[in-house]
């Protein structure tokens, strides 16, 4: 084998620079979302490097969600379960999947009161200690995780949420159930994050995988605050979707 393949670089191990080839050509979409790579034996024929090589490098994208192997089919680059639409108009991501008719599960992790927390508080305009709703739970669409969400959830004006089933529910219905009032608009921040241990554990990926990372505080139509939380989304399970316009 030959470490000075002209389609390698010669920066750290070998593996390395194998999975750093293979990721190039799945971000420059040389090789397209759904379709299979080249097998080991052609990779480590192409590269000059052994099989052994290529099959670690492999492994590490595919603990990072870029690739995904198949049994008895090969390696693919992974297709996103789900997109989301990058719109004005507010829609929880419950609504989003309904919309798209996508059958998703939930599965509510934790639900309990419990007292506010300062920022907590400060979020959502409760005195501190005051009674809130943490409300953790996962998504998932054909058996895969595709999204974490926590939420802290305003009790003062949404009296009986806390007796709400989640997993028939979602928030925003049940929201507007309790409260009375119509959601009314959100503020949002998204960054790239990596997993983490707990949360890849419940996303069901490396803790050092890609996740995006939205951060959102949400009101009702008079402008109370009644969520805020953060949602994480497996960079190689969903994808947003963006339609503008110059007119």
Partial sequence: MSASSPLLDEVGPLHASVANYVRDQVYSKAWGVGEPIPSEHDLAAMLGVARGTVQRA????VDEGLLVQQRGRGTFVTQPLMARASTTRLLSFAESMDEQELAYSTHVIEQRVEPAGKECARSLGLAVGAPSLFLMRVRSLHDRPVMLIESHLNLEACPGLEKADFTKENV??????????NIGSSQMSYSARVAGRSRGAWL??????????????????????????????????CVILSDTSRA
Avoid: M, Y
């Fill in 58 to 61: 492999i492994r590490t994208l």
């Fill in 172 to 181: 925003f219905a049940a929201v507007e159930r309790t409260s009375g009032r």
């Fill in 204 to 237: 069901e990926c490396d803790e050092h995988a890609p996740v995006l990372n939205l951060d959102q505080l949400v009101r009702l139509d008079d402008g109370t605050p009644f969520e805020w939380g953060s949602v994480w989304l497996p960079a190689n399970r």
